[in-house]
């Protein structure tokens, strides 16, 4: 049980361009959804944090207008990178918390590796 | 802030040797721990967590993990390392109140040697 899965796993796309970023929990439903950064070797940042039907809250730092994201329902969150350029190249991991479950208790998914050439 | 330390980036440990890996972390109230492991371009997998009760924590893989207040530790340890053991391990804590949400620290990369 608690699995969260993620698509794309990898995508390369031209810089200029928006790429989206699908995270879904598959066997249940997810009050609050986590973005995470992973730069090459080095660990996890926090992005933002979504709960569905809500804006999102970002980290500081983290720019809002580049990093869009969306939780439309209790399963599914996105996550689109606007007019990305290589900087933006990096690991994406999303991970779900529970509804009903323990408030500290994060799923995670298996990450979508974004180059941007 | 919350903050969490590996203590090093990079530990090597012959096959059947003692793993430990070492955790730090900062808070006056105790938190919910976890460490975790990522093999190459995967996501994260729970090894083990500390919520409440028993301070030491056994978790998969041979693995277990001692919540230690008074040093703000959790050390990850395992009594004899195998070859596939060789990965990259996440300590996080999460605040018990509030968001919740994890603060990562810098990851240890165990190295495993034949």
């Known amino acids: 049980g608690a699995v969260v899965s993620q698509h794309p796993s990898r995508v390369i796309c031209k810089s200029g361009t928006s790429v989206k970023i699908e995270c879904r929990s598959l066997d249940f439903q997810a009050t609050t959804m986590f973005w995470y950064r992973q730069f090459p070797k080095q660990s996890l940042m926090l992005m933002a944090t979504?709960?569905?039907?809500?804006?999102?809250?970002?980290e500081q730092g983290v720019e809002k207008d580049k990093f869009l994201i969306n939780h439309a329902s209790l399963t599914l969150s996105t996550l689109t990178v606007t007019s990305a350029h290589p900087e933006d190249s990096s690991f994406y991991i999303c991970?779900?918390?529970?509804?009903?479950?323990?408030?500290?208790?994060?799923?995670f998914g298996p990450g979508t590796r974004l180059t941007v050439t | 802030a919350q903050s969490v330390t590996q203590l090093g980036s990079h530990v090597s440990v012959s096959e059947g040797a003692l793993v430990l890996l070492r955790c730090n972390y900062s808070?006056?109230?105790?938190?919910?721990l976890f460490w975790y492991v990522q093999y190459p371009n995967q996501g994260l997998q729970l090894l083990l967590k500390?919520?409440?009760?028993?301070?030491l924590v056994k978790g998969i893989n041979g693995f277990e993990a001692e919540f230690k207040k008074s040093e703000t530790s959790f050390h990850l340890t395992k009594p004899s390392a195998h070859m596939s053991d060789a990965a990259e391990y996440f300590c996080?804590?999460?605040?018990?109140?509030?968001?919740?949400?994890?603060?990562f620290g810098t990851g240890t990369r165990l190295k495993v040697l034949a």
């Open positions: 808070s006056s109230v105790p938190p919910y």
């Open positions: 996080a804590v999460s605040e018990a109140s509030g968001t919740y949400k994890y603060i």
């Open positions: 500390y919520t409440t009760g028993a301070t």
């Open positions: 979504s709960n569905e039907g809500s804006k999102a809250t970002y």
């Open positions: 991970s779900a918390r529970v509804v009903g479950g323990a408030t500290y208790e994060q799923y």
